[in-house]
């Protein structure tokens, strides 16, 4: 039969941080030593304490559906959470726990947008928040940030880029690629835009609250004016290294919590129940037991920085937050290396990737196009590697 897929399957981009993991997965099946640093995916096991956790579920029978919208105690469990690390009240019936905060906010995308709708991306943002918002029938508006001004976007812009259409932006610290983290003053600014504007949502994705090097976190929704618009998104993936196990949850309206759920409810069923027992553990457990992750990834981020910053051409910000260095690499444009004309990050990373065997994500679909993402949740010794493979093609 003659291929014929839908509209909206064959207009969506596929996702380019999977997209470059499974090029570098290939090349390395096919016997190239690549060193992939494409993927943000810590490169620790889950915690023991959490892994007894599941295993104990598994031996206690759990193996039946649960509750759409996750177990009654891993929502109050995430309630409580919320309260510890956010100083945010959300009652357990305005918390949904889906298959991964990649599914959160499909689903808040699906159940808050319309065709017509505008979307708001502060630039540079998480590849998925375009895909999705598309997916929901919206047109997305990027807000563009500069490596000066630590890609954050200003009020100012903020305001120039709402229309009457505008109907969602989307937040992200600390960011992933940037590893900006907003602080309470810069939100409480945007937040003064927002209040004229009472029709546009927030989401807020705050996944990698735990990996931050000391900036404080802070949740827009602390905001009182916010707190009824916005929608907070949360997973196990990156704190607890659990990116397999797939949980994410939200607390926001709950009236949205309620449409959502009500979306899951056709499409998963809910999340799996084994992972939702060990989320239970993951999230009542003392913060502290993580923390050796974060610390080496600050080590990591600072060896990053310092290695990187000895490439002529390679302009970097310090990132705050998560696991990745975002270097701006516009001075290699218009260069002709390794008899490769590099005019975009795009033919960067494929330069990197062709010629020194080191898997990274152009900046391009993160809407940074002077940029590449390197991801330093690898080890030191190939982080060590993959930087002097980078100085060699480029010296
Ligand atoms: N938001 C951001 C900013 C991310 O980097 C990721 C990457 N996984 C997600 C959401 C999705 O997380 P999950 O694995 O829980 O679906
Ligand atoms: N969020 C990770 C990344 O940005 C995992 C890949 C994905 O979920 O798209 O690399």
């Not at 993580?290 to 981020?301: A, D, L, P």
Request: proline share 5%.
């Amino acid at each position: 039969m003659k291929e014929q897929l839908s509209n909206r399957i064959t207009s969506l981009p596929a996702s380019a941080t999977l997209v470059m993991a499974a090029k570098a997965r290939e090349l390395k099946a096919a016997g190239k030593d690549i060193i992939s640093l494409s993927l943000g995916e810590p490169d620790f096991n889950t915690p023991d304490y959490i892994k007894e956790s599941a295993i104990k579920a598994i031996n206690d029978n759990y193996n039946s559906y649960s509750p759409v919208d996750g177990y009654a105690d891993l929502k109050e469990a995430i309630s409580l959470k919320f309260k510890r690390d956010n100083n945010l009240e959300y009652k357990p019936s305005q918390i949904v726990v889906s298959t991964g905060a990649k599914q959160s906010l499909a689903n808040i995308t699906q159940v808050l947008l319309n065709p017509g709708d505008e979307v708001l991306l502060p630039a540079p943002y998480w590849v998925s928040y375009t895909a999705q918002s598309i997916l929901g029938g919206a047109t997305c508006k990027e807000i563009p940030s500069t490596i000066e001004n630590d890609f954050k976007i200003t009020p100012e812009q903020l305001e120039a880029a709402i229309t009457p259409k505008t109907k969602m932006v989307f937040f992200n610290s600390p960011n992933n690629p940037s590893g900006t983290v907003y602080t309470e003053e810069d939100y409480k600014a945007l937040a003064a835009v927002l209040e004229k504007h009472p029709n546009i949502f927030i989401v807020s994705d705050e996944i990698y609250e735990h990996i931050n090097y000391g900036t404080p976190n802070f949740s827009i929704a602390c905001i009182p004016s916010m707190y009824d618009r916005t929608i907070t998104v949360n997973g196990l993936a990156k704190g607890f290294a659990m990116t397999g196990w797939r949980i994410g949850f939200i607390g926001a309206p709950e009236w949205i919590a309620k449409a959502c759920t009500k979306m899951q409810g056709q499409i998963t069923s809910g999340t799996n129940c084994i992972a939702q027992r060990a989320a239970i553990t993951a999230l009542t457990e003392p913060v502290s037991k993580i923390q050796y992750m974060v610390t080496e990834f600050e080590k990591r981020r600072n060896m990053m920085l310092e290695w990187l910053g000895e490439i002529e051409g390679f302009k970097l910000n310090v990132p705050k937050g998560a696991f990745y260095i975002f270097p701006d690499v516009s001075a290699f444009f218009g260069k002709e290396i390794k008899g490769k004309k590099i005019a975009t990050s795009s033919d960067f990373s494929m330069l990197l990737l062709e010629e020194a065997n080191v898997a990274t994500v152009s900046g391009e679909s993160f809407g940074a196009p002077n940029c590449i993402r390197i991801s330093y949740a690898a080890s030191e010794a190939q982080l060590k590697e993959a930087v002097s493979r980078i100085k060699a093609i480029l010296a």
